[in-house]
């Protein structure tokens, strides 16, 4: 719903905001977790982990919005985002 000007009692709202994960060892390099990551977060990593395969690393960390696609998508679990707010002690919505 918009409204046609903004109510005096609105709460001010925090957007969602989250730290990204990568467990490197499990990683296959599949890079569906770069593909689908809506706000490019992270991008295909030069080093190699222990089976060879290039994980992904966190390239602009202030843009993750936790939407948790990258662990939705990631058939080897080896990726997942913490939200920001929980971690410092906050609410989203306060």
Do not use: Q, T
């Not at 593909?35 to 960390?61: D, Q, T």
């Amino acid at each position: 719903m918009r409204f046609w000007r903004r109510p005096l009692d609105m709460p001010p709202v925090k957007l969602s905001r989250g730290e990204v994960i990568i467990l490197p060892e499990r990683c296959k390099g599949c890079g569906f977790c770069i593909a689908y990551c809506p706000r490019g977060v992270l991008a295909l990593s030069e080093e190699f982990n222990k089976k060879g395969y290039h994980p992904p690393y966190v390239k602009e960390a202030d843009k993750c919005v936790n939407c948790h696609f990258c662990e939705i998508i990631c058939p080897e679990f080896a990726i997942y985002s913490i939200n920001l707010f929980e971690k410092e002690g906050e609410k989203a919505g306060a």
